[in-house]
């Protein structure tokens, strides 16, 4: 069996690669390993299970119920929240794991499982590794001991999960969106009340679009990853700014007032201004990935900020940003992580925030995300390639050496395997987009000549 673990929790198909036994299996599991089911007398351990709106969802949240509480664990069902609120709820309450199921920003036939430890972190590989090793021992085995009588856990509704979500979000904001009027896209998603809610007790005037949510139209032409419908609103309602969320409300882009793309990496950028100016952004350290683009770059060496870079993934970027101490992280995509208000990305927090610069400063979005200036990036996937020789071909190293060359101080080349695809993915950036275009394509040819 393949790992099932990937980047970001289990996921699949719902109902074909995800199904009610192995949500059901891996709850076990993640119970005995995560609150140490039935290990000491008098232990009761608790669980905080939440879920984005999509239909797989309700018999998905049932399977994962239902495993905990046979495992001995009480069960706090706080129902559609987004993924950091599961999260936070988990550290707020003192939960000893946390269950979030939601397949982010895939379309609505997938579903996913995402586990969080006592403090609602992230798990590491080697917990991941353990849930896996001891579903698979007990499926294929010896059946689970089981408590019985009054040692089987209690399941209730825990309807105050959101308001105490909410409040967590309008106490760590530097400052009220009073006069400030923005049009939330929600995806259809798991942050169709909360975002709206946490606006307009922040004091903006608030415009929403995809936030009727049927359990079938999550992430469906709309959200972060459509955001033509987010321009034209916010250019159609005379809006400041647009936010849009991806299904489980973890990511953040932003729209300008003229209908402008303001990505993960400018919204980073006027973050870490305005934390340095705080002096909360410690060791004046931004943590992103290697797909950050390289005008970020450069303007974090311009405004003097250190950036560290990681792989993509921003369990890579947390990682990094705990093992240091830093305070502010994320990707291009819209992952964004501060460290000081949440344990992970969180699109309503980071929509926040980037409006509270607006609210702060007096300038526009445009203006503020203009400390960068973003550097036209071509990207091209080759597929059908033994990806696993990309680091040793002689021949590739020569050609990439070369492309860099060309494209001196004003642009860079990256070539990345993917981790679930047969396909190399070549990303060239430069000052020109038709001098990206011709190096990247170059490039791809070469790849695919020399792997395919």
């Known amino acids: 069996m393949g790992r099932l673990f990937g ?8 109902n074909a690669d995800l199904t009610a036994e192995l949500a059901l299996g891996l709850s076990v599991a993640a119970a005995h ?7 000491f007398e008098g232990h009761r351990p608790t669980a905080v299970v939440g879920r984005d709106p999509r239909a797989s969802g309700e018999f998905l949240e049932a399977a994962v119920v239902a495993g905990l509480a046979s495992a001995g664990v009480d069960v706090l069902r706080v129902g559609v929240l987004p993924t950091p609120a599961v999260a936070y709820l988990t550290g707020a309450l003192g939960a000893d794991l946390g269950v979030m199921l ?15 430890a006592r403090g609602g972190h992230k798990l590491a590989d080697e917990l991941e590794d353990r849930i896996e090793s001891l579903y698979e021992e007990h499926r294929t085995g010896a059946p689970w001991e089981r408590p019985t009588g009054s040692g089987v856990g209690r399941v209730r509704d825990y309807d105050e999960g959101f308001d105490k979500y909410v409040a967590h979000l309008i106490a760590v904001l530097p400052n009220r969106l009073d006069g400030l009027k923005v049009v939330l896209d929600e995806a259809h998603g798991a942050a169709a009340r ?11 005037e608030v415009v929403t679009i995809g936030a009727d949510p049927d359990g079938l139209n999550i992430n469906d032409g709309c959200g972060s990853t459509h955001l033509d419908l987010l321009k034209a609103a916010v250019v159609e309602h005379g809006a400041d700014l647009g936010i849009a969320h991806d299904g489980d409300a973890d990511r953040c882009l932003a729209v300008d007032a003229a209908g402008n793309e303001i990505d993960g990496d400018q919204i980073l950028a006027v973050l870490a201004l305005a934390m340095r100016e705080a002096g909360t952004l410690r ?16 303007a974090m060496e311009r405004e003097g900020l250190r950036l560290v870079q990681t792989a993509v993934g921003d369990r890579y970027v947390l990682e990094s940003m705990k093992e240091h101490g830093y305070a502010l992280g994320g990707e291009q995509s819209g992952h964004v992580i501060v460290l000081d208000h949440a344990t992970t990305g969180d699109g309503t927090l980071t929509g926040l925030m980037l409006a509270a610069r607006l609210t702060a400063t007096g300038k526009s979005l ?6 960068m200036e973003r550097l036209p990036q071509v990207l091209v996937n080759v597929r059908d390639v033994d990806k696993t020789r990309v ?14 060359r060309e494209l001196g101080t004003t642009g860079r080349v990256l070539l990345r395997s993917s981790g679930t695809e047969p396909l190399v993915r070549v990303m060239v950036e430069a000052a020109d987009i038709e001098q990206a275009r011709s190096v990247a394509g170059r490039l791809a040819d070469v790849v695919k000549s020399t792997l395919g």
């Open 194 to 204: 909360v975002s709206p809610e946490a606006f307009s007790r922040a004091g903006a």
């Open 102 to 116: 939601s397949a982010s920003h895939n379309a609505m036939p997938d579903n996913g499982i995402k586990f969080f």
């Open 33 to 39: 390993v995560l609150a140490e089911a039935g290990t």
């Open 283 to 298: 060791g004046d350290t931004v943590v992103a990935t290697v797909m950050s683009n390289l005008g970020f770059k450069l």
């Open 391 to 404: 680091t040793t071909s002689g021949e590739l190293a020569a050609a990439v050496t070369e492309a860099e």
């Open 366 to 371: 445009a203006e503020l995300a203009g400390v």
């Open 7 to 14: 980047t970001d929790g289990v996921r699949g198909v719902a």
